[in-house]
């Protein structure tokens, strides 16, 4: 009678043998195609480096860097794209009329067509001129002292008030805030923000005190004031650091 638990034990051991004679077969196999793909990896490789040393892989290199210039551009333009990576807007202040005439000050767009710029060149302004014409009262009358200057980010210039002249000021280039002594306005003066794509003519009356701030974090801001007649700022004809808190 033949032992079942022999011949099961028997069977169990030529699967076992089978397998194993058959595992290293395998790995072979394995070992051989990716050999195999290295190899063809690297044949690949070289057939491109050979293709780009001639001239004619030129237009084919330049036709993929068209391709991805114009999906950057795509991506860049896409709604989706700005609206995730453009900075939240700051709110801005639309200065009116009336804020501008309380500080006896008129403003204009910098680019063509504009009252100040007749053609493509740019503005070109006369500061008497451009006050009078927009109905600015208590300027110079004239030109007998002129001074152009820049005023750096966060520079002020002014601050003062003149008794023996009248001024005119023409200011562009910066976010300048432009300060003007006005005792009907509640805090006693006022106040007005010029942008930076805007020039802007402003008189102030003679007693009637002024400030500059170039507000601006890049930008330089510019002016050119014209005098009516000429300041001695040793006399006492002008007082300065009107307002403590610029």
Sequence with gaps: MANPRRSSYSNSSNNNNNQSSEHPI???LQQQQQQHSQNQSLL???SLLHFLKKPHAFP???SIFLLLTWLSLRIQRSPDFSAHSSPPQRTRHQWTHVDDS???LRRFTSGFPSPVA???RGWLVNPISLALDSGLLGGAV????VHVGEIRPGGLRGNHRHYSCNETFVLWGAQTKFRLE???ADKGYAEVMIGADEVAVAVSPSGTAHAIINMDPIRTAFLLGCQ???INYNSSATDFNVWKDL
Excluded: E, G, P, T
């Design 182 to 184: 006005n005792r009907q």
């Design 118 to 120: 007749k053609d493509q």
């Design 44 to 46: 690949y490789l070289s």
């Design 60 to 62: 084919f290199l330049l």
């Design 26 to 28: 395998q790995i072979q």
């Design 228 to 230: 009516d007649s000429i």
């Design 102 to 104: 309380r500080a006896n």
């Design 142 to 145: 004239s030109c007998a002292s």
